[in-house]
């Protein structure tokens, strides 16, 4: 299982949970506005939005972590990151309730991630950073998205593209 480094991240907000994503990931953070749908996509896609003139496949990370959708509000972010993948490079928006800021996380404030005897359930969790109050989970977006995922939302992302 991949181990977080230490570095830079940007935390952002799901419900009452903090994750942290690498902010060598993160290419702009976006105002949220709906995205183009797009039909027969998985669940968690949102559909496509407009980067700088390209059309950017964009998930719920909600729902693609097993939470419940919510309605979006004047704090709904969509992080853009460019999700570095065996063979390629995949950009991806990922709608967050909210993104707090970009902090550092040394290496010895990293715990590995917790092995809570359900393999999906901690597979993309890199790292867990304990602060007073509550925990930042570091994502592993690679992880998180399986390659048959990966696979489809280039797809959508290659489906732009061509148009």
Do not use: C
Request: hydrophobic share 45%; proline share 7%; aromatic share 6%.
């Amino acid at each position: 299982m991949a181990e977080a480094a230490e570095g830079q991240y940007v935390t952002f907000g799901l419900g009452d949970e903090v994750f942290a994503a690498p902010v060598g990931l993160v290419r702009e953070i976006l105002t949220y506005h709906p995205p183009s749908r797009i039909p027969n996509g998985p669940d968690y896609l949102l559909g496509l939005t407009d980067v700088r003139g390209r059309g950017v496949p964009t998930a719920d990370l909600r729902i693609r972590l097993g939470m419940a959708a919510v309605e979006p509000t004047l704090n709904t972010r969509i992080l853009v990151l460019d999700i570095p993948l065996e063979d390629r490079t995949l950009s991806l928006g990922l709608v967050a309730d909210r993104v707090f800021e970009v902090t550092v996380f040394s290496a010895d404030q990293i715990e590995p991630s917790p092995d809570i005897g359900v393999k999906w359930r901690s597979d993309y969790i890199s790292g867990v950073v304990r602060r007073p109050g509550d925990f930042v989970v570091l994502i592993d977006l690679g992880r998180l998205l399986s390659s048959t995922d990966a696979v489809s939302l280039a797809s959508f992302s290659d489906v732009e593209r061509a148009a």
